[in-house]
């Protein structure tokens, strides 16, 4: 309550309407499954595109897991989201190193190690095996000179930093009498005059022409061409490319030595390629031993078998730039993931989760999947069954969200028969999942044949959509699937008629109208949430109001607050019946709020809780188009 303690005009600021809930986004989803690079311990980053996705989680090229060769779903999943109308996606990748122990970090990961420093790919993975391109060039010359008050010519240098490796080339007093070009460690001398700087050659570093510790006083700084010295500093240029020669990025004007520092931050090569969380997005990680100084990193990338960089001692080569190429090698897929990878495991200590355990903490998840996991069923049945009774659990668990679940593919070259899915069907109820059969058959745009792929890439995609161009409560079917040659069994309406009173949504056929999204119900027994888009729909309006209301919590529990809160929902609910989303053509008959001594008793009251009911007339879709004709004649009444 403000405080009037002294006379004078007070004017302040109040509000005469009620809070508003804006409704969240239903089209955000998550992926969990194996790809051919990414990080497995990282939270994930939102994906908007496929390039975006390639450039985490590499391209769509198949998985080989040992002697089993896949088809990389979760990148054929995100292409077909995407490409069916899908905005926000998160991967979750899961990992299982050929060891099978899962505590080698470095298992799977492909690396080079050259002379003490190590390139290696930041996360495991047969794309990891990346050509890396190392480019040492030389900057403009920094060696100048000035007038004394004798007139003599004086050395300066221009910019240079403590641990830059320069190039010094000793011009001589004629160019016949020029010297080739060494490097050298640059190192603050507060003794040396007039320049305080000292350049020499480090201790066990191996060189062409290992020379004594130089001042800038012992430079020639004959200003003619061709007959001073220059004194050049030497930076490194890295280009990373995929195994399949798509550049992955290029990094410039980088620092050699591993304790270099700029403005007081290392900003080494090591330090740019660290492996830390800061550097997650870069493709490699280069690593060194303790001590090892920058000529020394100099003569193991740059060097001979004796570790000789004769190749600087041409100006004309280094300003040019001398290139060493990398390709990296030992990076695999790793094993087939199984249950346990999948769920994951969150590392209170090093602060870390995996598998499906990251999504918890991503709330603007409403659509999970794991494309890919009902694959090779006959070898994989009890891994597969699990993985989708895990997802159930999750969505059941998270409540806000419903698991896209695939049909089952018994191998590479055979579907699920009607009957195998029924029995697939026959082991799941939850109102919070969806299952879809068949799979969808598409050209594959990497290897031009027509595979086939499991529903929930394409179904994901399809719920984006149907809420975008209309909304949630729409039920998300008879839509068209825009990738779709083919289905791996085109059923028809005989066979759907056995299937969709299962719960079990297929893809049709239909002349004319093309390939189709033709169910939209749960796998819930219960008949109150038989609908997908009623599951939806109030998963939407729940977690709206959740996140709408939370300025309530700690306001006193009066008539005052439990007003202010009716007018919040219901000021929600009749833009929502406006919009179409609720039956009945009053408000009255299509919802209702209580929030009163009715629905509170004074035990409530002195517990500190607030219960509000709310009552909504759902839109079921109309899943049976009934038209009934009949014969009458002119005169005949209905």
């Known amino acids: 309550m403000p405080e009037y303690l002294a006379p004078g005009v007070y004017v302040e600021e109040t509000s005469y309407r009620s809070k508003s809930i804006e409704g969240v986004s239903t089209t955000t989803t998550g992926f969990i499954g194996p790809t051919r690079y990414g990080p497995t311990k990282l939270d994930p980053d939102i994906i908007t595109s496929l390039g975006e996705f390639e450039r985490v989680y590499g391209d769509g090229q198949k998985l080989k897991f040992g002697e089993l060769e896949m088809d990389n779903f979760v990148w054929h999943a995100a292409r077909a989201f995407f490409t069916e109308g899908g905005k926000r996606l998160y991967v979750s990748r899961v990992f299982r190193g050929a060891d099978n122990t899962g505590d080698n970090p470095l298992s799977g990961v492909g690396s080079k190690s050259i002379g003490g420093v190590t390139i290696r790919a930041r996360y495991p993975g047969a794309y990891g095996n990346f050509t890396v391109r190392v480019i040492a060039r030389g900057g403009p010359n920094i060696l100048g000179s000035v007038l004394d008050e004798n007139g003599v010519r004086q050395p300066t240098l221009g910019a240079l930093s403590p641990l830059d490796i320069v190039w010094i080339h000793e011009g001589g007093g004629s160019p016949a009498d020029a010297i080739p070009g060494d490097l050298y460690i640059a190192e603050r001398d507060p003794d040396a005059k007039p320049v305080p700087w000292k350049f020499s050659s480090a201790a066990g570093a191996a060189i062409a022409n290992p020379l004594t510790v130089r001042t800038p006083a012992d430079f020639d700084v004959n200003p003619a061409p061709g007959l001073g010295d220059s004194v050049r500093v030497v930076t490194l240029t890295v280009e990373v490319r995929s195994p399949e020669g ?69 100006g004309d080569v280094l300003e040019k730039g001398v290139v060493r190429v990398y390709r990296l090698s030992g990076g695999d897929d790793g094993l087939r993931p199984e249950l346990g990878d999948y769920e994951g495991k969150a590392d209170p200590d090093q602060l870390f989760k995996t598998g499906i355990k990251q999504f918890e903490a991503l709330e603007d998840i409403s659509i999970v999947a794991a494309p890919g996991s009902t694959w090779n069923y006959a070898q994989y049945r009890d891994n597969a069954n699990a993985i989708t009774g895990m997802l159930i659990t999750h969505a059941t668990n998270m409540r806000y969200r419903i698991a896209v679940l695939d049909s089952a593919r018994v191998d590479a070259t055979q579907g699920q028969t009607i009957s195998d899915v029924r029995k697939m069907r026959a082991k799941l109820d939850s109102k919070y999942a969806a299952l879809y059969y068949p799979w969808v058959r598409v050209m594959d745009p990497i290897t031009r044949k027509v595979i086939s792929l499991p529903p929930s890439g394409f179904v994901s995609g399809i719920y984006a959509r149907n809420d975008i161009n209309r909304a949630v409560f729409k039920a998300p079917a008879n839509e068209v699937v825009n990738l779709a040659l083919g289905f791996d069994t085109f059923l028809s309406k005989s066979q759907q008629e056995v299937l969709n009173p299962e719960g079990i949504n297929c893809f049709r056929f239909f002349e004319g109208r093309g390939m189709l999204l033709w169910g939209a119900r749960t796998i819930s027994s219960d008949p109150e949430w038989k609908y997908v888009n009623i599951r939806r729909y109030f998963a939407y309006l729940e977690r709206s109001i959740d996140r709408g209301t939370q300025w309530a919590v700690f306001e006193p529990n009066g008539e005052r607050l439990w007003s202010n809160v009716r007018r919040t929902i219901e000021d929600f609910l009749l833009n929502e019946f406006q919009m179409g989303a609720l039956l009945g053509d009053k408000p009255e008959k299509a919802y209702f709020v209580k929030c009163d001594r009715t629905t509170m008793n004074q035990n409530d009251l002195d517990n500190g809780r607030l219960v509000c009911l709310i009552g909504v007339a759902a839109l079921k879709p109309a899943e049976f188009v009934i038209f009934r004709i009949g014969q009458w004649t002119s005169d005949h009444k209905v």
């Open 246 to 314: 798509e550049s992955l990025g290029v990094w410039t004007d980088l620092p050699i030595d591993a304790t270099h520092t700029t403005g007081g931050l290392k900003d080494s090569v090591f330090d740019r390629f660290a492996d830390d969380r800061e550097s997650a997005a870069l493709p490699i990680v280069v690593t060194g031993p303790a001590g090892l100084s920058g000529l020394q990193v100099m003569a193991a990338l740059f060097g001979d078998a004796s570790g000789s960089t004769t190749d600087f001692d041409s």
